[in-house]
């Protein structure tokens, strides 16, 4: 899976502590009849998402890539995170060569600073937040014997923390926009695998999370799936 992050970089961003910028993304133009900045559905715009603003974690590939130029598509606005600034580039300039407009943001998920950050310069850089999808992962087989303290930290802080810390700091502007939350799972969280302890460890957590997530409504303007 994308291994992502959040820190701001590029557009006038800043960069959290504890954070080497991968790469120097880019912003795409703005283009005319394209969603953000108050165009799209009822403004004009086109597509079932013109006039949102999705954040998608691990954007610059994989489903990351595929929800991000999916969403940009279907008229949404993409705050694109991951912690690969070269990657994240490459796909703005297919947004914008597909005529929609993509922002990003560089750096760790698993800090939790870097998740704050990468929020809020989403909604500042436009104005809301509607949709946050957290796609970021990573996975990789061993035996339970042979897991190391690093790589069961690797695995839940990018897996799990990640997908926490996310949440947590996008629910309010959520809340504001009756937006959702859409956390990316696994079989291996319902059933397991062999030789993916830890990698069903964190699934299943995210599957529990958000379960437990959309039975609290986190009020009844957010909703949350997996």
Not at 78 to 88: T, Y
Not at 92 to 108: H, K, P
Not at 165 to 190: E, F, M, R, Y
């Amino acid at each position: 899976g994308a291994l992502a992050g959040g820190v701001p970089w590029g557009g006038g961003g800043r960069r959290a502590r504890g954070v080497r910028p991968v790469g120097g993304a880019v912003e795409a133009p703005r283009v005319a009849g394209s969603a953000g900045w108050g165009e799209g559905r009822g403004d004009g715009g086109v597509g079932g998402f013109g006039g949102r603003v999705a954040r998608p974690a691990g954007a610059a590939s994989g489903i990351g890539r595929a929800t991000a130029l999916g969403l940009a598509a279907d008229g949404a606005t993409i705050a694109g995170f991951d912690r690969d600034g070269d990657g994240l580039a490459a796909v703005v300039r297919e947004v914008a060569d597909a005529g929609g407009r993509m922002t990003t943001t560089v750096g760790d998920v698993s800090i939790r600073e870097s998740c704050v950050a990468a929020v809020e310069e989403a909604v500042e850089a436009h104005g809301r937040l509607d949709v946050l999808a957290n796609i970021a992962g990573v996975c990789w087989s061993e035996h339970v014997a042979d897991t190391t303290e690093e790589s069961w930290g690797r695995m839940l802080g990018i897996n799990l923390s990640g997908v926490f810390w996310c949440c947590q700091v996008a629910i309010p502007h959520l809340i504001a926009t009756n937006g959702n939350i859409v956390n990316i799972a696994s079989n291996a969280g319902l059933m397991g695998q062999a030789y993916t302890v830890a990698y069903s460890t964190t699934k299943g957590a995210v599957v529990n999370m958000t379960r437990r997530s959309e039975e609290r409504r986190v009020g009844k303007e957010c909703r949350s799936r997996w």
